[in-house]
Structure formats: C-alpha cells, structure tokens
C-alpha cells in the first residue's frame, strides 16, 4: 500500500494539479454565476405569471359581484321575496314565475351555472342549468343564509362550496353571495328578505389555467380564504384543502420560496389577491428552470471526463508496467511472512526486459521451491490425520461393539448357567427365554453389522415382490406390542385408506426400516405413545410415492444433531450411549437401504419434544390377485418323513425340537455327501438344506439331488443364515423350491413346509392335545367374562405365563382406572385416552373380551371429547372390570403353582 501511494498516486496527484484543477474552478464558478441569474430570471417571470393571473381572477369576480348587484337592487325582486308564503301554493308559483323572469335576464354570463334567491323563511327560487328544484342542500343553504347576513361585506366569497342544487351536473361550484334588502313600508328601514346565491363553474377557470404554457413539470394553484384549491391540475384535487404546513408557507407576504416537494427541489411563487383574500401559486422544478445550463454543463463535463480519462489511462499504464509487479512481490512476501501460502501466486512475465522484468522471474523461482516443499509437507500431514483418524474410527467402533455384543453375550452365558443350575421346570423356561431374548437382541447387533458391511462393499441386493402394507403393518404391530405394553405406552398404526394395499417392492427392507425406526421410537420413548402412520402422497403412473412417518414422544433431537444423524455409528452423546445402548448403525442403515429403493428419509426434532422419522418409498402397483394373504395356521401332516441337513449340533438340536413337536419325523444328515447317500437309500416328503457345510455345500447337493430320479420333485428348502435377495436367488438357481432365513422362526418353518408337503386325506395319525386343549381340563376363568383359549393362543399356550400376566393384570388394571377416574375429573382427556387406551390392551391381553369391547368405545368417546359419552360409558366399564377382577382372583386361587 505504501508503492502505491508513493508511485502512483503522487503520478495521479501532480497530473490533476497541473491539469484538471484549474478546468475545474473555472468550470464550477461560471456554471454557478449563470445558474444564479437564471433563477433570478424565472423568479422574476414567475411574478409576471401571477400578477396577469390575479388580473384575471378579479375580472372574473368583478363580473359576478356585479350580476349580483344588479340582481340585489331590482325593486321587484325585493318585493317578490318578501311576499313570497311558503304555505300558499299558488302564491308560491306566481312568484317563482315572476322571478324566473327577472333572472332569465342575468343568466348570460359566460362560466355561469345558476342564481339561487332564498328567503329567510327557506323559499328557493332558481335559474339554472337544472329544472330540478326539489333537491336543495337546506344545511348548506341555511349556513350561506347566516354567513351573508353575519358578513359586514356586501359581496360574500364562499369559494369552493358543493352545489346548492344537488340535481345540478355541476358538483363543485365557486359560489358568492349577497344579501338582498327591501324597504319596509311600515316603519321606512331596510330589512333582508333574501339573499341571491351565485354558482360559478369551476370548469371554467380550469379551462383557463389549464391552457397556460409553463414549462415542463410546472404548474399553478389558485386557494380561497379558507385554503382549499380552485384549480389544480389534477381535476380531483379541486375543492380539498391545502396541507397545514402549506397553509402556514402561504400566511405571509408573496414572495418566492425554494423547497423540497415530492423529492424533487422546485421555486415556488405565490401571491395573495387581496381583495378576494385568494391565493395564487405557481410551483416550477428546480430542473426545469435550470435546463438551458445542460448545455453549458454537459459541454463542461465532456472535457472534465476527457481530461480524467487521460490521466487514467497514463496512470494505468504506469501501475501496470511498474507499481503492479512491485507490489504483487512486496504482498506475496507479506503473505509468506503471514503464513498464508494458499493465496500466493505466482507472477505473470513482464512484457518488457528491465529491472522488473528480472525481479519478477526471481520470485517465481523462490515461489517454486517454496511451493514444492508445502506439498511434501501438506502430504505428511494428511498421511498423519488418515492414519490417526483411522485409529479413532476403529478404537469407537471397536468400543460400542466390545459393549453391545458383551452385554448381551453376558446374559445370555448368566441365563444359560442358572437354567443349567435351576431345579423347577418353570423357572429354567424363565432362563432359557431370557437368553433366548438376549440372544436374538445379540442377532440384531451382528445383522446390523454384516447389512452395513454389505451395503458398503455394494453386495445388497433388492427384490421385487408383491407385499400388503396393511398386513406388514399387522405383523410389527404384533412385534412390538409387548415392548410397548412393558413400557406402558401406546403404539398405534394408522393406515391410510387411500394407500393401496396392492403394491410391489422389497417387503424384508421396507419391514426392516420401519423396525428399526419402531424400535428407536420404543427405545428413546419412557411415557405416551408412538404413533406409525402411511399414507399416499403422489401417484405417476402405475407407482405410488407412499411416506410413512414414526412419531414418538421421547426425549426428542437437539437441532444440531439431526444433521449428523444418519451417519454410521452417531449417537447424541454418550449418555444415551450409557443409558439406552444400540450400535448407532440403525439410522445408516435405513438411509441407506431407503436411498437403494429410490426414496428419501429425514427426521424432525426438538430436545425434550419428541421425534418424527419419515421416509418416502416409490412403490408399484400390482393386481389384487398378486397380494400375499395372511396365511391361516398351518396344518402339517403327521408322520412326514423331514431329511434336515445342518451341520451344527446346536442348529440341529432346534430343528429337531420344532419338527417333532410337529408330529413329523426328522431324519439328520451333518453335510452334502450324507444328504445324497440319506435320498438313495430312503422316500423323504421335503429336505431342509444347510447351505454352508463341510465337504459338500447345500448348493452341490441340491444340483445333485435333483440329478437323481427320486429328487427331481422331491420340495427342498433352503435353511441358512444367508439373508441376503442375491442368497435367496442363488438358492433358486441351484434348485432348491423355497428358502429360509436363520435363527428359525417356528411359525415361519411351519407356514413354508405346508406349502410344500402334500395334506392327508385320511388316516392322519391321532394328534397331541395342545396346551390350550390341556387347560380345558384345568380350572377356567368365568367365561362369560374371560376367554381363556383366545388368551392362551396368543401366548403359545403358556398356562405359566398366563397366570403371570393375570397376575400383573390385577394390579395394573385398577391403577389404570384409577387414573382414568382422576383424569375425567380433572378435564385432561389426554390422560383419560391414554389410561383407558391401557386398560383395553390389558384387557386383550387376558381374554376379556367385555372389558376390551367397552373400554374401546370409552377410549373413542374421551378421545373425541365427547364427555355425555364418557360419562354413560364409565358404568359399563366400570361393572365389568369388577367381574373380571373376581373372576381372574377365583382362577389363580383355585389353580396350582
């Protein structure tokens, strides 16, 4: 900065001075000289203007004070006023005949519209432009009455007035009165007996003033005494009063005045006509009156920009040529010494050889070395932060796994080792389904791991198939009901009717999603209720962008969170890490998985306020007849011949305990090779077929077997823990019929072994009594108020954990209902819905049906605020919980254990 004030704008300055300084005094000083006179000029022609215009506006007074002088002396007019009755009709019409023809003599005046004659009694007599006497303005005449006689003046200017006669086609008038007195023959004084009112056309004077050449944006006004506008040239104005602070410009003496108006600076001249006490104004803009200096200014102007021009020009050749590569060295430097080597460059050649063409080329040179050694550095660096940052991602990654695999790895050897240790049948049940618990809780973690692996290493692949929203949405319902009932919240579905239900797409990812966006919400969420919604937001031909969204009322998102919130291993912080666990892959891996079936996911949040995650799927529609049903429970043959092919002792030891509990028999080969020679020698109706075993895989012996004439039909079922579309599609192209994902799932095994065993007709061997079937004979509930074989059915038929659910059920039911009391009271009917919302599900959960049926129509009732509703439904429901507590309190004293 110091070269280019010491260079260049010394250059600049010594060139003004010897140059363009004296130009501009000269210019300056000669413009303001005739820019004075000619204001002097129009100030003085402006005066000229309006004493002509003041002229002519007495003229025209004068002539109207005079018609109504004439008028005010005619003898007969006097008389006929005074003898005028306003009760006598004929009277009336004699003398309004009388005076029409005295007045038809005084109506020639150019620019006039009518003369009015009133009597103080309120007689009206007119000549005009209008026959329509009828519609007078009575105020108004009876103010211009009193003003005429109260005025010690014999002509009276009312100025701008509305037109006495309101059927006249003329609405503002200039109007003058004067009073009209007559001899009193009795006493010999003059006494008034009317006034003669004379309206002037306000057009007239506009046509006048209007036609005055004043010179571009200029114009006149003319005010009356009371301040409101004669004429403007915007005709509307006509009539309406001047602003206060102009009035108060006006109340001196005439003179010129310069102002700002409507931001622009105009002249203005006024003078008063004082006979009349009116006002004439003409305004001129500043610009106007200026406007022959534009050519002496521009000419001025031209040669200042001409002289400015080639001082630039000789200043940006030398700033060029020399102060430029001198200062761009001295700045690069500065920046070097600053450390900000990101924004030095290096320097364009000089066009000529010199001593700065010279200086230049050596700083390119330095610039290079330095250049090339903050590469090697910037290298380093980064080597160094990849390397460290890919210790912290493993060290994290290696932390929450370490935690979230032991956890439930440590319950599950705990539970294993006090089922092991515990001598009641029920109370190693209790153990082995915890571990069972903790185990699947175990499967979940390791699922995540190996989807984000597969989805990182592009391995995921889709499928296409026909899939029914409303009966996904019934299976997580299932799912995720006892997690919500544990917890005391509500979960509800709401499907909209508009949403199809006969759609294609991957049911396993979309259910995947939407668990774990379920499982979030049950998580995060310790009072109220999570709420899954779907519902239909735009249609393009045969596909329909479906959305569905999961609300919670949990602890919710800090905004700075969501952001982050769908990448890998990102939790809020480490307390939740701590309190509520998880990976912190769930998030990604719906992302991702949403994002690969062409959609979209976001969240909305607030700390404190609850959470909706949303996500928006492109599904297609599909005829009604390719919807899967729900299937009803399957019925398998008794005494089919199974070959399971596994492996894995444990793997086996869970088959075999489902198969015969079926009623089927199991014969067990542990790999491919034993699978073949088992199919030569023997007649088997299906083979379960391991895909990952020793010396011969599922996908070998599936291709071999159906080489052999007693394998081509022979059902073979894949069961592996390939989960994957592209596993299941390799196990069709191997040939197997159907596929199975690992750990087992006992109702799913049992559904795809119906489809392919073939169904006895006769002769099926005598089946097991179930444990419902076993509870028959046991001691029951009161039917007419529990269902025990309906709660039973949804319990597996654990008559143990039956009469443990009762057991929690006589205590919540009652808080439950007690709460729901307390709220009705208090008018919160959030409480009161969620309390009996509770109830009804407790109720379903023990088989009474009453009680669930009552409590459904109370929850509606309160949920609407219908309170005449609640208030007749509580008895009901109130009887019927009495019943059912008695009833399940008899059952567990009369049953065992």
């Not at 009312?158 to 009165?177: C, E, I, M, P, W």
């Not at 919710?556 to 912080?573: M, N, V, Y």
Request: glycine fraction near 8%.
């Amino acid at each position: 900065m110091a070269l280019r004030s010491s260079i260049t704008f010394k250059l600049i300055g010594y060139l003004l001075a010897v140059s363009v300084a004296p130009l501009l005094i000269f210019g300056v000083t000669s413009y303001e000289l005739a820019q004075r006179a000619m204001l002097q000029l129009a100030s003085e022609s402006n005066a000229r203007l309006l004493a002509d215009q003041r002229d002519y506006l007495l003229l025209q007074s004068e002539q109207l004070a005079s018609l109504a002088t004439n008028i005010a002396g005619v003898e007969d007019i006097g008389n006929a006023l005074a003898s005028a009755e306003v009760n006598d009709s004929y009277s009336a019409l004699v003398t309004q005949a009388k005076v029409g023809y005295i007045l038809s003599g005084y109506s020639s005046l150019k620019g006039l519209v009518s003369i009015d004659l009133f009597t103080p009694q309120g007689q009206h007599f007119h000549v005009g432009d209008t026959l329509d006497t009828s519609t007078v303005l009575t105020e108004l005449s009876k103010r211009l009455y009193a003003a005429t006689l109260a005025s010690k003046q014999s002509i009276v200017w009312h100025g701008v007035k509305d037109n006495v006669n309101a059927a006249s086609a003329h609405r503002k008038v200039l109007v003058a009165t004067r009073l009209i007195r007559r001899v009193d023959p009795a006493h010999l004084e003059p006494e008034p007996v009317g006034i003669v009112v004379i309206n002037s056309s306000i057009s007239h004077l506009y046509e006048h003033f209007l036609g005055l050449d004043l010179g571009v944006g200029s114009y006149l006004m003319v005010a009356d005494n009371e301040g409101r506008l004669l004429f403007h040239p915007d005709k509307s104005l006509i009539g309406e009063p001047l602003l206060l602070e102009f009035q108060r410009l006006l109340a001196g003496a005439s003179g010129t005045v310069a102002l700002e108006l409507g931001g622009q600076e105009v002249l203005l001249n006024h003078l008063r006509v004082e006979e009349l006490n009116w006002q004439v104004i003409s305004i001129v803009p500043h610009a106007t009156l200026t406007a022959p200096m534009a050519k002496i200014g521009n000419a001025w102007w031209a040669v200042l920009v001409a002289c400015f021009a080639a001082i630039g020009a000789v200043a940006v050749r030398y700033s060029r040529r020399v102060v430029e590569p001198i200062r761009a060295i001295s700045g690069g430097f500065q920046d070097i010494q600053e450390d900000r080597l990101d924004r030095v460059r290096p320097l364009s050649p000089a066009p000529t050889e010199d001593e700065i063409s010279e200086m230049v080329s050596w700083f390119n040179a330095f610039l290079d070395n330095l250049n090339a050694r903050r590469r090697s550095e910037e290298e380093l660096r980064q080597a160094k932060e990849a390397a460290e940052s890919a210790n912290r991602s493993k060290g994290e990654f290696l932390a929450n796994m370490s935690h979230e695999i032991r956890t439930p790895m440590n319950a599950i050897l705990g539970m294993t080792q006090l089922a092991l240790e515990a001598e009641s049948p029920q109370e190693r049940r209790d153990f082995i389904l915890k571990a069972r618990r903790s185990a699947q809780s175990l499967l979940g973690i390791i699922n995540d791991i190996l989807d984000f692996s597969k989805i990182e290493a592009g391995k995921l692949e889709l499928e296409s198939v026909p899939l029914s929203l409303s009966e996904l949405a019934a299976e997580l319902a299932d799912v995720f009901a006892s997690s919500a009932r544990d917890k005391g919240l509500e979960l509800r579905f709401e499907m909209s009717p508009e949403l199809p239900n006969a759609l294609s797409g991957d049911p396993l990812r979309l259910r995947q999603v939407l668990q774990n966006l379920i499982s979030n919400a049950l998580k995060f969420t310790d009072y109220g209720q999570v709420v899954v919604r779907g519902q239909p937001v735009s249609t393009e031909g045969d596909r329909v962008v479906c959305r569905f969204t999961v609300k919670d009322t949990g602890i919710g998102i800090a905004a700075e969170h969501l952001p982050r919130l769908f990448q890998s291993f990102f939790q809020t912080d480490s307390s939740v890490t701590r309190r509520y666990g998880g990976t912190g892959l769930g998030l990604a891996i719906s992302k991702r998985l949403v994002e690969m079936m062409g959609g979209r996911i976001g969240a909305e949040s607030a700390s404190g306020r609850g959470s909706c995650f949303w996500f928006e799927l492109p599904l297609a529609r599909v005829s009604g007849n390719e919807v899967p049903r729900g299937e009803p429970e399957p019925s398998l043959p008794r005494g089919a011949r199974i070959l399971l092919v596994e492996d894995n002792p444990l793997n086996q030891e869970v088959a075999l305990h489902f198969l015969r509990k079926a009623g089927l028999e199991v014969v067990v080969a542990e790999n491919g090779a034993e699978a073949l020679e088992r199919v030569a020698q023997g007649r088997y109706d299906a083979v379960l077929m391991d895909c990952q075993m020793p010396e011969m895989d599922g996908y070998e012996a599936t291709r071999s077997i159906r080489a052999m004439p007693q394998g081509s039909q022979l059902p073979i079922i894949a069961m592996t823990a390939n989960a994957l579309a592209g596993d299941r599609q390799r196990s069709l192209d191997a040939g197997m019929n159907d596929h199975l994902s690992k750990p087992i799932d006992a109702s799913r095994l049992y559904q795809t072994l119906a489809r392919w065993l073939a169904q006895p007709s006769r002769g099926e061997a005598p089946r097991e009594p179930s444990p419902a079937e076993e509870s028959r004979t046991m001691n029951r509930p009161d039917p007419r108020h529990v269902n025990l074989d309906d709660a039973l059915a949804n319990l597996d038929g654990d008559m143990a954990l039956y009469r443990r659910v009762v057991g929690l059920f006589l205590v919540d039911a009652q808080v439950c209902w007690k709460r729901f009391q307390a709220a009705v009271a208090a008018g919160d009917r959030e409480t009161a819905t969620r309390a009996i919302h509770t109830l009804k599900s407790l109720a379903a959960s023990v088989g009474a049906e009453a009680l669930r049926d009552h409590s459904r129509t109370l929850e509606a009732a309160s949920r609407e605020g219908d309170a005449p509703a609640v208030k007749s439904g509580t008895p009901a429901v109130e009887q019927e919980l009495g019943q059912v507590l008695a009833a399940l309190q008899a059952f567990l004293q009369a049953s065992p254990g």
